[in-house]
C-alpha cells in the first residue's frame, strides 16, 4: 500500500508540474506553485525532487502514463503493425497538444548531455515493455518479420520516434508532427512487416 501512495504522491506533482509548465512555462512555473497544483507538501516535493530541474526527466513518466491508457483502450484484435503506428499517432498528438515545445526541447537536450541515466533510455519504461510485447505478439501471429531480434525492432521503432521528436524541435514546432508521423513512421517501418 505505501508504494502505492508512494507513486500517488510523486504522480500528482509530476502531473501538476506538467500541467503548470505547459500553462505558465517552465521558466514561470514556481516550486510553490507545484506543490499548490499537486495539493501535496513541501517535504514530499523536496523527497521525490531536489528542486524544479529534477521535473524535466520526468516527462518520460509522463509518457508511459499515456502508453497505459492507450494499452487499455488498445483494439485486442488490431493488426501489431497498425498498433505501432497507433501508440506513435496518439503520443504525438499528445506531445503536440499538451506539451510545450520549449519543454520538449529541454528534455532532449538534457538527456544529450547528461552523465547518468538517460530517462528516455531506460529499458524498464512501460514504453519499452509495450513495445516488446506487441512486437514479439506480432511476431507469433505472422504479422511482423521473425528474422529480425524483438529488442533491434523495437530499437529501431523507438529510434525513429526519438528522430522525429528532434526534427520537430529542431524545425520549431513548423509542422504537425502527428500529421509529418502518420506518413514517415509506416515508410520507415514498412520493412518489418511480415512478407514486406
Known amino acids: 500500500m505505501a508504494k502505492k501512495n508512494t507513486r500517488n504522491t510523486r504522480g500528482k506533482i509530476i502531473d501538476a508540474a506538467w500541467m ?7 521558466d514561470d512555473t514556481t516550486v510553490e506553485e507545484i506543490i499548490e497544483e499537486s495539493g501535496t507538501s513541501r517535504g514530499s516535493f523536496y523527497h ?10 520526468t516527462l518520460a513518466d509522463v509518457f508511459d502514463r499515456k502508453y497505459e491508457e ?10 501489431r503493425f497498425d498498433q505501432l503506428m497507433y501508440l506513435n499517432r496518439e503520443l504525438f498528438a499528445m506531445l503536440e497538444n499538451s506539451i510545450s515545445l520549449d519543454l520538449v526541447a529541454r528534455l532532449y ?7 547518468g541515466d538517460k ?32 529488442s533491434e525492432l523495437v530499437r ?15 524545425s520549431g514546432g513548423d ?7 502518420r506518413t514517415m513512421m509506416p ?8 512478407g514486406a
Open 20 to 26: 503548470l509548465f505547459y500553462r505558465q512555462g517552465y
Open 48 to 57: 521525490y525532487f531536489q528542486g524544479k530541474d529534477n521535473l524535466l526527466s
Open 70 to 79: 492507450l494499452a487499455e483502450t488498445m483494439d485486442p484484435e488490431m493488426d
Open 109 to 115: 537536450s538534457s538527456q544529450l548531455v547528461t552523465r
Open 119 to 150: 530517462s528516455l533510455l531506460d529499458h524498464g519504461r512501460t514504453y519499452y515493455k509495450l513495445l516488446r510485447q506487441i512486437v514479439l505478439q506480432g511476431q507469433e501471429r505472422g504479422e511482423l518479420r521473425k528474422d529480425v531480434t524483438v
Open 156 to 170: 529501431v521503432y523507438a529510434l525513429c520516434e526519438r528522430a522525429l521528436i528532434y526534427d520537430w524541435c529542431l
Open 175 to 181: 509542422y504537425s508532427l502527428t500529421q509529418y508521423s
Open 187 to 194: 515508410m520507415f517501418l514498412r520493412e518489418f512487416r511480415a
